[in-house]
Nanobody, 116 residues
Framework: QVQLVESGGGLVQPGGSLRLSCVASGNVVDIYSMGWYRQAPGKERALVATMFTNSNRNYAASVKGRFTISRDNAKNTVDLQMSSLKPEDTAVYYC??????????WGQGTQVTVSS
């Protein structure tokens, strides 16, 4: 089993920045990717950014150039630096870990609200 704990969410004004962090613990082996998804009210959960163990990154088109994902493989952490935040970035953000075996783990989510 793997446990994922997110931190760093909160309320920020449009144009502001936030940094989300996620730490994985437990049987953290054979990681294929770690990343972030988000779910806004009334919408499905969607990819924000993911980073593979080979350091390749994928970003949703809506966040490219504004968000940056980073990982520390030694510490089993994945961070999401969010800049130039917009009201449409408001959502619950979830950390996801994808093992090479195909097993996927999710964190409990952290709320990000962008509002003046």
């Amino acid at each position: 089993q793997v446990q994922l704990v997110e931190s760093g969410g909160g309320l920020v004004q449009p144009g502001g920045s936030l940094r989300l962090s996620c730490v994985a613990s437990g049987n953290v082996v054979d990681i294929y990717s770690m990343g972030w998804y988000r779910q806004a009210p009334g919408k499905e959960r969607a990819l924000v950014a993911t980073m593979f163990t080979n350091s390749n990154r994928n970003y949703a088109a809506s966040v490219k150039g504004r968000f940056t994902i980073s990982r520390d493989n030694a510490k089993n952490t994945v961070d999401l630096q969010m800049s130039s935040l917009k009201p449409e970035d408001t959502a619950v953000y979830y950390c996801r870990l994808f093992q090479s075996s195909g097993i996927i783990y999710w964190g409990q989510g952290t709320q990000v609200t962008v509002s003046s």
